[in-house]
């Protein structure tokens, strides 16, 4: 008999690979965290986490440094891969104290509140012209054309590039997000993230190298001439920061807002809600988090042997917390299956927790209200299309293909 940690075949999230259980993967979250918050999954090699106060401690104790060095890439003959290590290896992401500290404090000093800050008005004109874009056509592809641009545009900014490099800059973030958010194996996929992570390489070298002087007050220049305590980033710790943050930053945004306003078009009178008092955004935002999160899951290691949710996990063993289960977890969220836009008690997981919680929360949030306020104020019937919403094949980062969308026709001045 299996162990009582082992999953079931019937509960291994490898059946998120079925577009089915992708289009609503709720269900089976549910089902995997009532056999076991904690559990072996023996098809994914891991350990899979759902509970709320387990993932919790997954993600305040366990170690972030997952990523094979280029060294060991080589020794398994995958040395191809290695350029792909050797970057992920310097992002913070993938870095455990003190390197993280570290390396967190100087992009910290390099991406403050007033940056953010700075980037609303910018933010409001984005989403604005986007809107008008669409306004006598009476349809918007609320992805491909606003979703994804607006964080595409934001992020060009942010980073001090020109505005029109925006389209390779998305590009290349979603060959590298393909990679991020997948656990099947998918050799086509890594020699295009490998051609993409050169191209972007290259690109953000000669930006520092030779074009520092035309480079924008943004996140690059920043980053270049950080300086806490004395300690600077090397330009390989710089381009390989930029990287992640500029992924972290488009792919997510995307989703939420994509995600978000799908969710509020399956509940009307939420929609209705929102819309007619503004006042309540903020709960909102945090909800939609909550309920359909971006960032489905991230991956760990177990530094000790430990005990969690009544299983021994050894040292050594991957896992994976699964935020998007925990955030639905009914021991932490009362009715965690509603939608509720005024929920008060909501420290939900999207965003992660600790040491590695997310370090564009606040540039988020802030689009996403931006973003919710002008959809929603500017086209105020919107409406699905007979076309059921496609789901992306990335079982991490949780977003639709497209989301077509009708609205009563305005002229330019509406
Ligand atoms: C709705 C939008 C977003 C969501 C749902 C999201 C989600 C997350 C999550 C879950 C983590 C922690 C991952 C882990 O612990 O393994 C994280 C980290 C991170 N995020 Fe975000 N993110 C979003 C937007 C952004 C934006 C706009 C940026 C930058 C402009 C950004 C940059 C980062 C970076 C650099 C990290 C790594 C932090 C560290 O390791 O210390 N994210 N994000």
Request: aromatic residues 6%.
């Amino acid at each position: 008999m299996a162990s009582p940690a082992t999953l079931d075949p019937s509960l291994s999230l490898y059946h998120l690979l079925d577009q089915k259980v992708l289009a609503d993967p709720y269900p089976l979250y549910r089902a995997v965290r009532e056999a076991a918050p904690v559990a072996w999954d023996p098809y994914l090699s891991c350990w899979v986490v759902t509970g709320y106060d387990e993932a919790l401690v997954v993600l305040k104790e366990f170690s972030a440094d997952r990523t094979p060095t280029p060294e060991f890439m080589a020794r398994l003959g995958l040395g191809e891969i290695g350029p792909l290590a050797d970057v992920m290896c310097r992002q913070m992401l993938f870095l455990d104290a003190p390197a993280h500290t570290h390396m967190r404090k100087l992009c910290a000093s390099a991406f403050t509140p007033r940056r953010v800050e700075r980037l609303r008005r910018h933010i409001e004109e984005i989403a604005d012209e986007l809107i008008d874009t669409a306004l006598p056509q009476g349809r918007i592809d609320v992805v491909g054309d606003f979703a994804e641009r607006l964080p595409a545009i934001v992020t060009a900014h942010l980073l001090g590039m020109p505005r029109e490099d925006h389209v390779q800059l998305k590009a290349w973030s979603a060959d590298f997000a393909q990679m991020l958010g997948n656990f099947q194996h998918n050799p086509g996929g890594v020699v295009r993230v490998l051609k993409s992570l050169d191209e972007m390489t290259r690109y953000f070298r000669s930006a520092i190298r030779e074009d520092r002087r035309r480079l924008d007050d943004g996140l690059v220049r920043s980053l270049v001439e950080a300086e806490v305590d004395g300690a600077r980033l090397t330009e390989d710790e710089v381009i390989a920061n930029v990287i992640v943050t500029m992924v972290g930053g488009q792919e997510t945004t995307t989703n939420l807002i994509g995600n978000g306003l799908l969710t509020l078009l399956l509940h009307p009178d939420r929609l209705i809600e929102l819309r007619d008092t503004p006042e309540i955004a903020d709960t909102a935002i945090e909800e939609l988090l909550r309920y359909e999160t971006p960032s489905q899951h991230t991956g760990r290691i177990c530094r000790t042997d430990t005990v969690l949710g009544g299983q021994t996990i050894p040292a050594g063993a991957p896992v994976l917390a699964v935020m998007a289960a925990a955030n639905r977890d009914p021991a932490r969220f009362a009715n965690p299956d509603r939608l509720d836009l005024t929920r008060a008690d909501n420290r939900h997981l999207a965003f992660g927790w600790a040491a590695h919680f997310c370090f564009g929360a606040p540039l988020a949030r802030m689009e996403a209200r931006i973003a919710f306020q002008a959809l929603l104020r500017r086209l105020p019937d919107l409406a699905l299309t007979d076309h059921p919403p496609v789901w992306r094949d990335n079982l991490g980062l949780r977003g639709l293909t497209a989301l077509p969308v009708t609205f009563t026709p305005i002229g330019r001045a509406g």
